[in-house]
C-alpha cells in the first residue's frame, strides 16, 4: 500500500550487429536474411521486462526524428531463406555470436536472447557458434573487431538523436584499433554527411 511505480520511456535499443567487413555480412541480402529470421517479437514478449517493445526505429520511442514509415523487419523464415538463396547460401552457412554475459538494461537475459538467436537462425540453415565473455573481455573484443555478430545495445546519454546515430552508425566510430562503437563497422559516406549537418 502506499507505493507509487512511475513510468517514464526508454531511453535505450539492444541490437544485433553483424560486421559488415566478414564475409558474407558484407551482402545486404544476408544481413536481411538474419533479420528476417529471427523472431524479435517473441523474444521481447518473453525475455525482455514489462515496456520493452519492438524497435522500428533505430531511436527509442517518442525520440526527435522518429519516422512512422520504418518498420520492424517481421519474422519471416519463407523470406530469410529465399533471400539467402539468393545471396549464394541456400544451405545457410557457419557463423559466431558474441556476447557478454553481464545483463544490461537493454539486455537483461544475455545468455537466453543468445540461446534464442543460435535456433532462431538455425531454421533457416546458418549455424551459429555462441561466444560469451565477461563484459570488460568482451568490450575489448568488439571494440577491435574481433567478432563476426555481436549482441549489444546502447543507453542514451542526453535524449537526443545524435547520441544514438553518430557513436553507433558513422564511420568515424567505425576503427577497429580499440576505439570503435560502430560494431557493424558499416560506412556511409552520405549518411557521415548528414550527422555532421544534424550536429551543426
Not at 530469410?80 to 537493454?106: D, N
Not at 540461446?115 to 561466444?131: C, D, R, S, W
Request: hydrophobic letters at 40%; charged letters at 20%; proline letters at 8%.
Amino acid at each position: 500500500h502506499g507505493i507509487s511505480v512511475v513510468e517514464q520511456p526508454s531511453n535505450n535499443v539492444s541490437y544485433l550487429a553483424m560486421d559488415v567487413e566478414k564475409p558474407p555480412f558484407g551482402d545486404v541480402r544476408v544481413r536481411r536474411a538474419v533479420a528476417y529470421a529471427i523472431d524479435v517479437a517473441t523474444m521481447v514478449k518473453n525475455l525482455y521486462s514489462t515496456g520493452a517493445v519492438v524497435a522500428d526505429n533505430w531511436t527509442p520511442p517518442g525520440m526527435l526524428g522518429a519516422n512512422p514509415a520504418v518498420k520492424s523487419y517481421p519474422h519471416d523464415v519463407a523470406k530469410a531463406k529465399e533471400l539467402l538463396t539468393a545471396a549464394g547460401f541456400p544451405h545457410g552457412f557457419s557463423t559466431t555470436l558474441s556476447y557478454s554475459t553481464a545483463p544490461r538494461p537493454y539486455l537483461p537475459e544475455p545468455q537466453r536472447v543468445a540461446e534464442t538467436i543460435q535456433a532462431n537462425l538455425a531454421q533457416v540453415g546458418i549455424q551459429v557458434t555462441l561466444q560469451p565473455s565477461e563484459w570488460g573481455v568482451y568490450l575489448e573484443k568488439i571494440r577491435h573487431g574481433q567478432h563476426e555478430m555481436c549482441l549489444i545495445g546502447w543507453t542514451g546519454d542526453n535524449g537526443d538523436p545524435d547520441n544514438f546515430f553518430y557513436p553507433l552508425l558513422d564511420e568515424d566510430s567505425a576503427h577497429k584499433d580499440g576505439t570503435a562503437q560502430n560494431y557493424s563497422f558499416w560506412r556511409d559516406p552520405a549518411f557521415h554527411k548528414l550527422m555532421l549537418q544534424g550536429q551543426a
